[in-house]
């Protein structure tokens, strides 16, 4: 598949086909069980299709339309780049990223017959939620599908309120960054009642009363940050869930129905602003100098930028004394062509996004560009 046609069709908004749950959360908070119990659930009544893009996970437990585990191998990534744990998941994630238009044509070719789309994460969420391959899977499942991001949280673990807070930061960090829809899952309720936890986003005093048990030095952190999350709980959907059981999946779907109208009532007309913005702002460069090729050179610069910042190429200022546990440095002492190759692959792939977002942006009916 050419590049550009999957640029192409990361970039048509979507109107309609099946609902996108990606499905996120810390290590060990219930993700994979929660998939697992999720389709049991729903495929009772409607047509599911799964996505596993955990290149690290051992045992996958539900049957998995498209496994990232297909496409590159972890461990050889492992070796063959000689990267540690996290640094291949963030490297199988990137070359996972560079194919990305093959899943969403096999997607869309399904369109018709499937009403949920799940895709599982990897546990290190921070390599999914703030690397570049994040941001453009996130973004090219957007842009074709009602896409509603769920935050799967271990309940019991976040009883400790300064843990809970920590939950609740990254959360809100992730809902501002890719301005979805927003649903969280307060799973393993089998254990321990959510209810402490949507006492606490309701009730402020209850929550600093919890806090004032509270030892830690982070306490007075805690205390600082609850003041600003007041506004993020006031919009923050929410339903304790077990995977386990499956209790609570009738008012996770109810709430899951809610970030669905809320993706066509507010992420649709954002993105259609975006487009119209990037149209406005390429027809105004070129108007005053010609000037794709200097659009093309910074774009192309940030697009490297950002691919080095997290792909663990070498920029220009890197220091391996920078390096606290090696990965980096066990990438960068890599000369392979192989991974040059790649990287430039991704990098282009990142460049080619961003020129065809404004191109087709400047065609404004929705043609893309050809190749
Ligand atoms: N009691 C209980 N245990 C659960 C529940 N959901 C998941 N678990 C357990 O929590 C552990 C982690 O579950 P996973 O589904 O592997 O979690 P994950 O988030 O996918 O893990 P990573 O892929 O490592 O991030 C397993 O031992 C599960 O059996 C739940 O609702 N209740």
């Not at 957007?142 to 935050?151: D, F, G, I, R, S």
């Amino acid at each position: 598949m050419a590049e550009s046609t999957s640029a192409q069709a990361a970039v048509e908004p979507a109107s309609h086909g099946p609902v996108c749950l990606l499905i996120l959360g810390m290590a060990g908070s219930g993700k994979t069980t929660f998939v697992q119990r999720l389709n049991a659930h729903l495929s009772q009544k409607s047509s599911t299709y799964l996505i596993n893009i955990d290149p690290a996970v051992l045992h996958v437990p539900y049957q998995v339309g498209i496994d990232i585990r297909d496409t590159v191998n972890y461990k050889e990534v492992m070796a063959q780049y000689r990267l540690g744990p996290n640094g291949a998941i963030l490297t199988c994630l990137n070359l996972f990223a560079t194919k990305f238009d093959q899943v969403i044509n096999l997607i869309n070719s399904r369109r018709s017959s499937i009403e949920f789309v799940i895709v599982d994460t990897p546990g290190q969420i921070e390599a999914f939620t703030w690397s570049a391959s994040g941001s453009i899977i996130t973004e090219a499942l957007a842009a074709q599908l009602p896409t509603v991001l769920v935050y799967v949280m271990d309940t019991p673990r976040s009883h400790s309120p300064v843990t809970f807070m920590s939950n609740m930061l990254y959360a809100c960090s992730i809902l501002y960054k890719t301005r979805l829809p927003f649903v969280v899952a307060l799973n393993k309720t089998d254990i321990i009642s959510a209810d402490f936890a949507m006492e606490w986003m309701t009730n402020f005093e209850a929550f600093q009363e919890a806090l004032h048990q509270e030892r830690s030095y982070l306490s007075n952190l805690t205390r600082s940050m609850s003041l600003v999350l007041d506004s993020f709980y006031a919009g923050l959907r929410c339903a304790g869930v077990s995977a386990a059981t499956g209790d609570g999946m009738p008012l996770f779907l109810s709430r899951v129905r809610d970030a669905v109208s809320e993706y066509y009532t507010d992420y649709v007309p954002m993105y259609e602003k975006l487009r119209t913005d990037a149209a406005a702002t390429a027809s105004k460069s070129s108007s005053v100098s010609q000037a794709s090729n200097a659009t093309t050179t910074s774009d192309l610069t940030s697009a490297q930028q950002k691919s080095d910042m997290f792909i663990g190429a070498r920029p220009a200022s890197y220091s391996e004394d920078s390096d606290d546990d090696g990965n980096n440095a066990s990438a960068s002492s890599c000369e392979g062509t192989n991974e040059q190759s790649e990287l430039e692959s991704f990098r282009r792939y990142v460049e080619r996004l961003r020129l065809d977002k404004v191109n087709e942006g400047c065609s404004g009916d929705g043609d893309g560009p050809s190749d």
